[in-house]
């Protein structure tokens, strides 16, 4: 009996000795499969990183957060799921923002841009318009630049309608800060046509639901009439909901709405409400036209109609 229960005992103490060396084997290979993984995982982070700073472009110009989220699911197609791509992503986006490597901006979805030296340049100049008069040039030459061209408009007279003295204009709000009489002949439709497109420009210290009501005041002579407001790309919490109520109310009223960090620059503008086409009395429009444009330019208006 003893001899036996010494075998028995021997047994036990081999068994317990074998499941000990299998479960530190188990262990061990547990240990090389995370190693794997994780090292798996930081190499795709490193790639994603490097994706995501290859999609933003160089030149300072945005772009969507959902556009770089459908790059990196078209370059890791079968190798990640879309819902860790996705996750991942603003994970890797947030940490370079923090970094300071990229920055936030506007855009349906949200958008991001590099910081270069153009774009610090630019925003150096942005906060150089200390005041709403500052913006009135700039903003009038971008006008004629660029938004002419990119909304087609051909023939025009521009003119600054700000800071006219004691100008008659016909009452509160009645005098926008530009106005643009834009001429238009079409293919099948006999002579020609005018569109009055007013812009009431407010300065990124000093806006509210109030500019929306002034543009509104417009459509009284105008055929379509924008707000537009300068803004920075980060918004105080504040500042986000009245904006939120601004394109409401702009909507409601069929005014455009137009942002713009530095109104030297069309890249930093974006149009976020289109404007509508009013159809203002004539007698009203004609007035506004007679009353607020100078006589060079009323000449040239009526050039421009024969």
């Known amino acids: 009996m003893s001899k036996s229960r010494v075998v028995y005992n021997g047994k036990c103490k081999d068994t317990n000795l074998q499941k000990s060396a299998i479960l530190e084997d188990l262990k061990e290979q547990n240990n090389q499969i995370t190693d794997t993984l994780i090292s798996d995982n930081e190499k795709d982070k ?36 879309s819902s ?9 986006r947030n940490s370079l923002i923090e970094q ?70 016909g009452g509160k709000w009645t005098r926008p800060d530009l106005s643009m009489v834009a001429i238009s002949k079409y293919t099948y439709l006999p002579g020609k046509y005018i569109d009055v497109i007013t812009f009431e420009i407010k300065h990124l210290n000093n806006f509210d639901i109030t500019g929306v009501y002034e543009a509104a005041a417009h459509t009284s002579f105008a055929n379509k009439s924008y707000l537009s407001i300068q803004t920075s790309d980060e918004l105080e919490e504040s500042e986000t909901a009245t904006f939120d109520r601004i394109k409401v109310e702009c909507r409601r009223f069929g005014i455009g709405l137009i942002v713009f960090n530095n109104p030297a620059e069309y890249d930093t503008w974006e149009i976020l409400v289109d404007a509508e086409r009013h159809n203002p009395d004539y007698a009203a429009t004609d007035f506004f036209i007679g009353s607020q444009f100078d006589e060079k330019k009323r000449v040239n208006i009526i050039s421009m109609l024969k």
């Open 46 to 81: 490193q790639e994603l990183t490097k994706l995501i700073m290859n999609s933003v472009p160089d030149n300072g110009k945005k772009i969507g957060n959902t556009a770089i989220i459908r790059k990196l699911q078209e370059n890791f197609n079968g190798r990640l799921e």
């Open 84 to 92: 860790i791509i996705e996750s991942e992503y603003w994970v890797i």
């Open 100 to 169: 300071g490597i990229i920055q936030k901006a506007r855009g349906k979805g949200g958008s991001v841009f590099k910081l270069t030296k153009t774009t610090e340049k630019m925003e150096e100049n942005s906060a150089s318009y200390n005041k709403e008069s500052g913006l009135y040039k700039p903003f009038m030459d971008t006008l004629e630049k660029k938004f002419t061209k990119d909304q087609s408009i051909l023939e025009y007279v521009l003119q600054l309608t700000a800071m006219q003295g004691a100008r008659q204009t």
